[in-house]
């Protein structure tokens, strides 16, 4: 029901924006999000939206470098990554709440829809 994309290759310094676009159910009313898996490592937390874009809750990796954003009317949620570094490489998966609401959860658990995931690979 989810389906990120945008993901790829990109140098140091440079920017992405990653698209996840929702069929099937509207997600207009879930707090939406983005996690990432690096190789080896445990998937982990990027950054969340509420509903109505008025509570956003990044990583401290993601603050001041990402902003996500969502188009409630594409049902669709956004995330736009600037100065990309190596440690940013990784899978990101956009994700969903299954409950209506504004919190902004950073926890795995809480997410019950997930998309594929897109790759995105930084040279340094």
């Known amino acids: 029901q989810l389906q990120a994309s945008g993901g790829g290759l990109v140098q140091a310094g440079g920017s992405l924006r990653l698209s996840c676009t929702a069929s099937?159910?509207?997600?207009?009313?879930?707090?939406m999000a983005w996690f990432r898996q690096a190789p080896g490592k445990e998937r982990e937390f990027v950054a969340a939206v509420s509903p109505t874009e008025n509570n956003k809750r990044y990583s401290d990796s993601a603050k001041g470098r990402f902003t996500i954003s969502r188009d409630n009317a594409k049902n669709a949620e956004y995330l736009q990554m600037n100065n990309l570094n190596s440690e940013d490489t990784a899978v990101y998966y956009c994700?969903?709440?299954?409950?209506?609401?504004?919190?902004?959860?950073?926890?795995?658990?809480?997410?019950?829809?997930w998309g594929q995931g897109t790759q995105v690979t930084v040279s340094s």
């Open positions: 994700a969903a709440v299954d409950t209506r609401g504004w919190v902004t959860s950073s926890r795995e658990r809480d997410y019950k829809y």
């Open positions: 099937g159910r509207i997600f207009s009313l879930n707090t």
